[in-house]
């Protein structure tokens, strides 16, 4: 019997610090766990400077987005598009004059010359209003000024922050996409 408790003794010694390494206040926490999205990796060290040569301009940061300008009318809003893949090969492009019409009410979308890549992005989201987005069926840039449910083929890209000057185009318009100076 002494042997037995002498064993039994030896487990509990063995799983007592164990079991305090993977407790958290909320209770027990995985040991590992998958990250829900690709994490954003940056190639930028502390001191501004690139190891890799990056497709968004130097001025811009994973962590702020890429400061953008539209120009409709004579008017200019401002907006910042993301460091996902779909937003850095939009940026590529720029600038781009698109002719915008209304969608359903809820949004302006125009006709992109070349698809956006996908790479790394869902394959459908949903859209708040002040929303940039690409829709990847159409090949379309879209400025959400409604809330949009989830959809398959939506990606956001970005923000604007002049709801109005979009939403009150009342008919379709022409749009200058540039990189802001």
């Known amino acids: 019997m002494h042997l037995k408790t002498l064993a039994l003794a030896a487990i509990i010694a063995l799983a007592l610090p164990l079991a305090g ?51 409709i009318d004579g008017g200019t ?13 939009l940026i590529q492009q720029l600038p ?9 009410g809820q949004e302006k979308i125009a006709d992109l010359p070349e698809a956006l890549s996908l790479d790394g992005v869902p394959a459908g989201d949903s859209a708040e209003p002040l929303t940039i987005g690409y829709y990847a069926p159409d090949q379309a840039l879209v400025l959400y000024y409604e809330s949009v449910g989830y959809s398959r083929g939506i990606v956001r890209i970005g923000s604007f922050d002049d709801l109005a000057a979009i939403r009150d185009q009342t008919s379709g318009f022409t749009a200058r996409l540039a990189p802001a100076n």
């Open 21 to 71: 390494c993977n407790t958290s206040p909320n209770g027990p926490a995985p040991i590992t766990e998958p990250p829900s999205s690709p994490p954003e990796t940056s190639s930028t060290a502390a001191d501004g400077s690139s190891s890799q040569p990056s497709p968004v301009p130097s001025a811009a940061t994973a962590a702020d987005g890429t400061p953008i300008t539209i120009d």
């Open 77 to 89: 809003v401002t907006g910042t598009l993301s460091s996902n893949a779909t937003a850095r090969s």
């Open 96 to 104: 781009l004059t698109l002719s915008f019409r209304d969608y359903g």
